[in-house]
């Protein structure tokens, strides 16, 4: 097949795109690289540069809806060749981030107007997530934190709802697309009822990326991914706080505790791979990429594992049986930690069930014969 991917999501397409080629299709890719993460892409699209009162101006006519248009007549001639593919998959109605609602409704109106069957990849933040959020659908989410003093850190996730023109661009796609495939948890039950919504299809991970998992030293060394910026909507500061608690509780010469910011990819994965548990985020149902990497290196995550049955031997009820349902409680964090640190057993377990589920679940190789075969089929 003649496949075009647009948009990306933490490598989604990226990693999507590898294994589709290894299956012998051809695949275009179209994104701006997901922003600071420039992940590479066949057509780049990027924001160009600009000053403090630059980036202001330009938040400021994302919500008006004009952003990008500039940017979107630039590249109006490369973007017009997009057509007759077999597949087009976008992700987020909003799918080149570097454009408002008014480009990406003319970008999008091109796309379906030159090519049959075109599949919204539910990624991230969108309307109907923001509004699951808002009127309390989850327990918990990643928009708990949003307080008048706070808005300005929202303001990426508050635009799908009041920016002009993002509800119509919103309704457009769906209206239109062949199918709306969830990619966590998180987005089903935000499309849940929706027309043309089909079930999860995992996140893929890179096959080669894929380590057994080890047994932990006489030290057991804690990762944890914070994600600067994204505090409120992650929860770093609550895993921080549990976590230097057991540093204190059981001393640095039991538990080594890293946070990493702003590292080089390379140093990253350095670290993640030498942890024994890897400390993502409390405020989703679901696993991440990240999340989803770490039960791949074969850690034990602590993330999104609401619906995940508990593991039988563990005594506090978030502790599951392939990782730790982080939810927003330092207390609770904290006991899950302690628990695991003082039962290696129970440790050992949850690193295997964690790896043989991601092997089953988000090898690369497999996720892509799930989007095959929808593309075949709906």
Known sequence: MNILLIGEYSSVHTE?????????????????????????????????????????????????????????LKNRKALSGLRDFDVVQIINPVAIQPFGSIANILFLRDIFKNNKKVYLAALGDDFSWVSACLRGKFNYSALDRLRLRTVVEYRYSLRYLYGLGYRALDRFVKKRCSAIIPGLLDYYLAHEGERRVCGVIPLPIDDELFVAP?????????????????????????????????????????????????????????????????????????????????????????????????????????????????????????????????????????????????SMEYRSSRVVDKYINLWNSA
């Open 214 to 358: 080890t047994a932990a030293d006489r030290k057991i060394k804690i990762f944890h991914g914070w994600q600067v910026g994204k505090e409120n909507k992650k929860g770093n500061d609550i895993l921080d706080a549990a976590a230097r608690r057991i540093v204190q509780e059981f001393g640095i010469n039991s538990v080594e505790y890293t946070v990493a910011q702003n590292l080089p990819y390379s140093e990253y994965i350095r670290l993640f791979r030498d942890c024994d548990i890897f400390l993502d985020q409390v405020f989703s149902y679901d696993r991440g990429v990240n999340g989803a990497l770490g039960m791949a290196l074969g850690k034990v995550v602590f993330s999104g594992f609401e619906r995940v049955e508990r593991h039988q031997k563990a005594r506090h009820v978030q502790i599951k049986k392939i990782g730790v349902n982080a939810i927003p409680d330092a207390d609770a964090i904290a006991a899950c930690l302690r628990e695991l640190i003082e039962d290696r057993e129970l440790m050992a377990s949850i690193k295997k069930q964690a790896y043989d589920f991601a």
């Open 16 to 72: 999507l795109s590898k294994a589709l080629t290894k299956k012998g299709h051809r695949v275009t890719t179209i994104s701006d690289g997901d922003g600071y993460k420039n992940f590479p892409a066949d057509i780049l699209i990027k924001e160009p540069p600009t000053s403090s009162v630059g980036k202001i101006i330009r938040n400021f006519s994302d919500f008006l809806g004009v952003k990008g248009f500039v940017l979107y």
